[in-house]
């Protein structure tokens, strides 16, 4: 999964909101960085470049994420950690960083908590998450395409977990379970340019859980052909390109 993560969905998807989130990173003046669910580094490097002063601490869950992104971005220092249980002392950071993983936390209540406590009294937590699946060009054409492909039944993880939190109240209330504080909420929408939907494609077959589903099917290549012709028709041939929304968030501990 790593691999296809970083090949078809990285440079599409999270280069641009990652030179984005490490802009408004570098305008906090940050020393010490914690980044959360950093994946195979996007983030990560976007950062050391914009703030190459700052030392950086990029964990993921996913031990194969850690494994590839420590190769990938030499220059921070890597740790398996799951973000409900953070190994590092209080205080430790003056800035916690997460692009596109607070969805994946399953009590995220409990990763704010923590959080909360690695963070410096003066520190500031900045994150993202996605809009809605239409507010997404190349994930709306993708699950059209794997719900036509597959009519008895498709599988929701676009819709339920990377699109499923969206609502900046939902947000703060989390932040407030854990005392912390919603300071600023921006949406933004970039585009993002693929070499062709067929990439794209497999990507998200490939590269997220939505694998899985297809491992277990006899039918998995008819069905993978499938999605990459009507997603190529949805989006067009050779290079391709699309609007993504996404909603930024900082927040810190209450007063």
């Known amino acids: 999964m790593p691999e296809a993560y970083e090949r078809h969905l990285v440079p599409v998807f999270f280069r641009p909101f990652a030179a984005d989130l490490a802009a408004r990173a570098a305008a906090l003046q940050p020393l010490t960085v914690l980044e959360l669910a950093a994946g195979t580094g996007a983030l990560t490097s976007a950062l050391l470049t914009a703030v190459p002063t700052a030392s950086v601490v990029a964990t993921d869950l996913n031990e194969a994420m850690v494994t590839a992104g420590s190769a990938r971005e030499s220059r921070a220092d890597w740790r398996q950690a799951d973000a409900q249980e953070l190994p590092f002392e209080d205080g430790s950071f003056d800035?916690?960083?997460?692009?596109?993983?607070?969805?994946?936390?399953?009590?995220?209540?409990?990763?704010?908590?923590?959080?909360?406590?690695?963070?410096?009294?003066?520190?500031?937590?900045?994150?993202?998450?996605?809009?809605?699946?239409?507010?997404?060009g190349f994930g709306a054409a993708f699950q059209e395409a794997l719900e036509q492909s597959?009519?008895?039944?498709?599988?929701s993880f676009l819709k339920d977990v990377p699109h499923g939190y969206t609502d900046p109240a939902v947000v703060?209330?989390?932040?407030?379970?854990?005392?912390?504080?919603?300071?600023?909420?921006v949406e933004i929408t970039l585009d993002g340019v693929a070499e062709s939907a067929s990439s794209v494609a497999t990507g998200f077959l490939t590269?997220?859980?939505?694998?899985?589903?297809?491992?277990?099917?006899?039918?998995?290549?008819t069905i993978r052909a499938s999605v990459t012709q009507k997603m190529t028709?949805?989006?067009?041939?050779?290079?391709?390109?699309?609007?993504?929304?996404?909603?930024?968030?900082t927040a810190h501990h209450q007063v």
């Not at 859980?209 to 491992?215: R, T």
Request: charged residues 10%; negative net charge; hydrophobic residues 50%.
């Open 150 to 155: 597959m009519p008895e039944g498709a599988p």
């Open 207 to 221: 590269g997220t859980p939505v694998s899985a589903a297809m491992e277990a099917r006899q039918d998995a290549g």
């Open 95 to 136: 800035l916690v960083l997460c692009q596109f993983g607070v969805m994946f936390f399953p009590d995220r209540a409990a990763a704010y908590s923590e959080v909360g406590r690695v963070l410096a009294p003066q520190g500031r937590f900045l994150f993202n998450s996605w809009g809605p699946l239409a507010s997404h």
């Open 233 to 249: 028709a949805l989006l067009g041939t050779g290079a391709v390109t699309a609007p993504m929304t996404a909603t930024v968030y």
């Open 172 to 185: 703060a209330a989390d932040l407030a379970i854990a005392g912390l504080a919603l300071a600023t909420t």
